[in-house]
């Protein structure tokens, strides 16, 4: 489930991919994989999309070739199937449900509530469900339940897919953060900005599933300056900073120990991590290293 938190900033990629449609030449669409290479290190950064439409496969020539050729693979958080499943569930069980005596509410506005009236029923849930739940949790409950429903039509991510790829070729796998890392941008909301957060994810559940099919083909067909566009946009926000800028400042410095110390590795994360103003490629140029889009 390294999904969870990107789930948040994938959903404001969809809201925004209709405006964000650029034109693009043949040239201009390539892999979303670049490379550093210095001294005999040489670090592959692969731009995934967490959930992807069934129709766009996730495998692509160049991405496995990077894959077959370094010695460990990183993903955002750990990627061992039931500890990091426990890590989550232990990790919401602290930090994204109220203590006894307090329930979800008592911290909603008016028009969150009247929402959550409308779309409770349309999942199977009741009120007792997710009385616990702080307004973030409940969210990203409502987006994972959508893209696990039978009609939704999603395939697991670009992750899943270089996950089980790793293990076929018994790479050792890494993680550049933790789990509670890759959480804080919720954990640190105000009840304004998690209402608000709420809002906009109901809102955009009805149109989910063709915005994520538009997503898809942009990332299948190369679009990477669609994803730089629509990460610039997101980091004018404080939460998108947070979800994004902040995260990569924290991953930069590891980035560069691997290139220390000359390692052969692929680096798998969301794509608006890699791109726009604020993304790993433009932090890594800023270093000094030279970055090449494959």
């Known amino acids: 489930m390294n999904r969870t938190a990107s789930l948040c900033f994938v959903a404001a990629w969809l809201l925004l991919v209709g405006s964000a449609a650029l034109p693009a030449s043949a040239a201009e669409r390539r892999n979303p994989l670049w490379v550093v290479e210095q001294n005999g290190a040489r670090i592959y950064l692969l731009g995934s999309i967490h959930v992807l439409p069934r129709k766009v496969s996730p495998s692509k020539p160049a991405l496995v070739n990077a894959l077959e050729q370094s010695d460990r693979v990183f993903f955002e958080t750990a990627q ?8 989550h569930g232990e990790f919401f069980k602290k930090q994204g449900t109220y203590r006894k005596g307090d329930d979800l509410r008592r911290h909603l506005t008016k028009d969150a509530r009247d929402l959550m009236d409308l779309v409770l029923p349309m999942f199977d849930l009741k009120w007792a469900d997710v009385q616990h739940y702080r307004p973030w949790l409940v969210a990203l409950r409502l987006e994972q339940t959508l893209y696990a429903s039978a009609g939704f039509a999603a395939r697991d991510g670009v992750d899943d897919f270089y996950l089980k790829l790793a293990r076929q070729e018994k790479k ?36 989910m599933r063709p915005r994520l099919e538009a997503l ?3 990332w299948r067909s190369g679009r990477t300056e669609v994803f730089a566009v629509i990460a610039d946009e997101m980091t004018k926000s404080r939460m998108g ?24 590795n692929l680096i798998v994360a969301g794509i608006g991590h890699l791109v726009g103003r604020d993304g790993l490629v433009r932090m890594l140029e800023a270093k000094g290293y030279t970055v090449r889009q494959l």
């Open 80 to 87: 061992s199937s039931t500890p990091a499943e426990s890590a």
């Open 172 to 207: 050792q796998l890494g993680a550049l953060e933790t789990v509670g890392e890759q959480l804080h941008s919720f954990t640190g909301m105000t009840d304004a900005e998690q209402n608000r957060y709420l809002v906009q994810t109901i809102e955009g559940l009805v149109q």
């Open 216 to 218: 898809g083909e942009l």
């Open 241 to 264: 900073r947070q979800v994004l800028r902040d995260r990569n400042l924290r991953w930069l410095p590891k980035i560069e120990q691997m290139i220390a110390r000359r390692e052969k």
